[in-house]
């Protein structure tokens, strides 16, 4: 009878702490509205910013081309849902396209890795990087203006973990300089999307 009981009081607590378990991991979606899409000036960073987040990523070597290519003003940029895990690590897919390239901007696009969908030029690619708390480091309202002509916002599904919360207090890496300048690693930023390149149907402001 004793191991009868033995054996219930461990399945109990067996199935009980899957229960806690699968809570300790939920996740949640949310939204976030964009104040701006920045480089670094050594163009190693690309930094996604939000009232309440800053989205930090290693610049890969395809928007790195494209944010200094003659094409750039034709680019269309699109993000789907951004994955955050309990680590802080956030990941996405991003689309860019060019619908009306001349002749030698499709082969520097093709060039930088761009492929050929019948009169489209199109890159998929992947993005990993960190997500930090703002702490209320925002762009200047100036420079929020400039950025986007529209609001433009990105959705996030966010892993709950257990040590989640801990980690939402990781300080931004950006700063604010007296003159208003964001810096990041003490590496000036400066603004990309949204003055050359339209993201999500937000028009380019140098394209228009």
């Known amino acids: 009878m004793n191991r009868f009981y033995r054996a219930a009081l461990i399945a109990a607590l067996f199935f009980a702490g899957g229960c806690v378990t699968s809570k300790l991991y939920e996740s949640r979606d949310y939204t976030e509205t964009l104040d701006a899409v920045m480089l670094s000036a050594d163009q190693q960073w690309m930094v996604v910013l939000t009232p309440k987040h800053h989205y930090v990523f290693p610049l890969p070597a395809v928007l790195r081309e494209t944010f200094s290519a003659g094409f750039r003003t034709k680019v269309s940029a699109s993000f789907d849902q951004f994955s955050v895990s309990s680590a802080q690590r956030v990941s996405g897919h991003y689309r860019l396209q060019i619908s009306d ?35 209320g480091v925002r762009a200047d309202e100036s420079l929020r203006q400039q950025a986007l002509n529209r609001d433009y916002r990105i959705k996030v599904s966010e892993s709950l973990g ?18 208003g300048m964001l810096v990041i690693f003490s590496v000036p930023l400066v603004l990309v999307i949204g003055t050359d390149i339209a993201i999500n149907g937000a028009e380019g402001l140098h394209s228009r």
Do not use: S
């Open 101 to 135: 390239a001349n002749a030698a901007e499709r082969e520097a696009a093709l060039a930088a890795g761009y492929r050929a969908d019948d009169q489209t030029l199109v890159f998929d690619g992947q993005i990993t990087g960190t997500r930090y708390a703002a702490n």
């Open 162 to 179: 257990p040590h989640v919360v801990a980690l939402r207090t990781l300080v931004t890496p950006l700063a604010v300089m007296a003159d």
